[in-house]
């Protein structure tokens, strides 16, 4: 079957356009995660949804980034008024885990934000 | 912040050589998780190790845990030329609802 995809694989932007990433999990996976990885680091958690539901959006660096799922499925990462901090990339991981971190993720081949 | 960290950050060897990979991290875990990330694949899950557990094995990987030292590690025997890559632990916060990534060892096998 498929696994988890996100588009567009690559985009540049310039400063202060909003910018808005998707991610389709595995069908029937009812957790969903995004992180944002800078180059030579690792993934840093932005926010968790079991389905529809917005569970832990701690790691969003500021309230110009905003995640949604309205139906439990496709999800989409908003960033609003980009900065050049928020250049880099962005993975989707989805799981059929419900909250106990006891499955594995499966990570989409991630989006490369480049804000000029 | 992240709370694992991973030793050593980067990691030489030659081909058939064992590569010892090691993971720390701060708070009450109920599991933890290796992953492996290379341009051609991007992130993979590798194994997963419960807190209960001290030692798991798949295949050529071999992982310890220590709950008392709140550390991890991933050992790969035999390595190949195609083990290249980026290898992150994760841990699932008991507090939170996210996981912890550290920040990788990057492993280097040379044909």
């Known amino acids: 079957g498929a696994g988890v995809s996100q588009s567009p694989r690559y985009k540049v932007a310039k400063r202060g356009q909003d910018v808005a990433l998707r991610c389709d999990p595995i069908s029937g996976h009812v957790s969903l995660f995004w992180y944002q990885q800078a180059l030579g680091q690792g993934p840093e958690f932005l926010t968790y949804f079991q389905n529809e539901a917005q569970l832990d959006k701690s790691g969003l660096p500021s309230d110009r980034f905003f995640a949604e799922r309205p139906e439990g499925s496709v999800s989409t990462l908003k960033i609003q008024r980009t900065q050049q901090e928020d250049s880099a990339v962005y993975l989707c991981a989805s799981s059929s885990d419900t909250g106990t971190g006891y499955n594995e993720q499966f990570f989409g081949p991630g989006t490369r934000l480049t804000v000029l | 912040s992240q709370q694992g960290e991973e030793d050593p950050q980067a990691l030489s060897i030659q081909e058939g050589e064992n590569a010892t990979m090691n993971c720390s991290y701060k708070?009450?875990?109920?599991?933890l998780q290796w992953y492996r990330q290379n341009s051609g694949r991007g992130l993979v899950h590798l194994i997963l190790?419960?807190?209960?557990?001290r030692e798991k094995h798949s295949g050529r990987l071999r992982v310890t845990l220590d709950t008392s030292k709140k550390s991890s590690s991933l050992l790969i025997t035999a390595s190949r030329a195609a083990d290249t890559a980026s290898y992150f632990c994760a841990t699932w916060d008991n507090y939170g609802q996210n996981f912890v990534f550290g920040p990788g060892t990057r492993l280097s096998v040379l044909p």
């Open positions: 190790i419960r807190s209960n557990e």
């Open positions: 708070t009450s875990i109920n599991n």
